[in-house]
């Protein structure tokens, strides 16, 4: 009996094979580990920068303005309390507004010069004429009370309720034209009732009430045209009449007219 023997074969196995490393994605992993670090390091740089910068103090402020004249001391002090924050935090309207506030300020622009100066530029109304004992009037019609009236003590003066400041300005411009011939209005007032009453530049009052003005105005320079030569001795004219004007003389003129003709 012939033994049959198996041969054993053998076989070998192959090991799996080995996945690359993925260096590409190790790396952008690694990159990112160190990048938070930076990014947040470096964030928290900038804003304690900013932050610092923030805080630096306007250590000058630079009022410009076209007039000599100006009471640069009033607008800082209106300033102040909006540019206590710092320089960078300083809200750049805020002042602007507050400079407008000034009574006699017209434009005001506003601007920053690293690291700490601020330049304010103002522009101031342009007086036209006196509005009672404290207030202007400008070239614009705008009311506003200057800080000191001493320089404009020569203008013309309006009288009247701050309410109609704008109404009492175009009647002294109408009635400006219309007295020309006699001379500038001097001053120019509308009382609480509406009575409208002026002086001449040469002291001649003329009161023309607070109905049919424009009426009384037409009589009153008729009266003037026929009476030009006597106008000197006057010292008011009453228009409050309806078909005449009542006068009173000036009497001291009218006795140094008596006077004279007396020596001559």
Do not use: C
Request: hydrophobic fraction near 40%; proline fraction near 5%.
């Amino acid at each position: 009996m012939t033994a049959t023997r198996k041969r054993k074969v053998s076989r070998k196995v192959k090991a799996p094979p080995r996945k690359p490393i993925e260096w590409r994605r190790h790396l952008r992993f690694m990159l990112v580990v160190i990048s938070v670090p930076a990014i947040a390091y470096a964030a928290l740089f900038v804003y304690q920068e900013v932050a610092e910068r923030m805080q630096l103090p306007i250590t000058e402020v630079i009022v410009d303005a076209p007039s000599k004249q100006l009471d640069s001391d009033a607008i800082k002090q209106a300033v102040a309390p909006a540019i206590a924050d710092g320089f960078l935090s300083v809200d750049v309207h805020e002042v602007q507004q507050r400079v407008l506030e000034v009574p006699w300020i017209a434009v005001a622009s506003v601007r920053r010069i690293w690291p700490g100066t601020l330049v304010i530029r103002v522009e101031q109304h342009r007086p036209k004429i006196r509005w009672g004992a404290t207030k202007l009037i400008s070239l614009k019609g705008v009311l506003y009370e200057p800080p000191d009236m001493l320089d404009y003590m020569h203008f013309a003066r309006l009288n009247g309720d701050d309410t109609y400041h704008t109404l009492v300005y175009q009647k002294y411009q109408e009635l400006g034209k219309r007295f020309k011939l006699y001379g500038e209005i001097e001053s120019l007032s509308r009382s609480s009732r509406g009575g409208w009453s002026m002086i001449l530049d040469s002291g001649l009052a003329i009161v023309l009430g607070s109905s049919e003005v424009d009426a009384r105005v037409d009589r009153t320079l008729r009266f003037m045209r026929h009476f030009s030569d006597q106008l000197a001795s006057l010292s008011r004219i009453d228009a409050r009449y309806s078909n005449g004007v009542a006068v009173e003389l000036d009497l001291q003129d009218y006795e140094q007219n008596i006077s004279e003709e007396t020596t001559s």
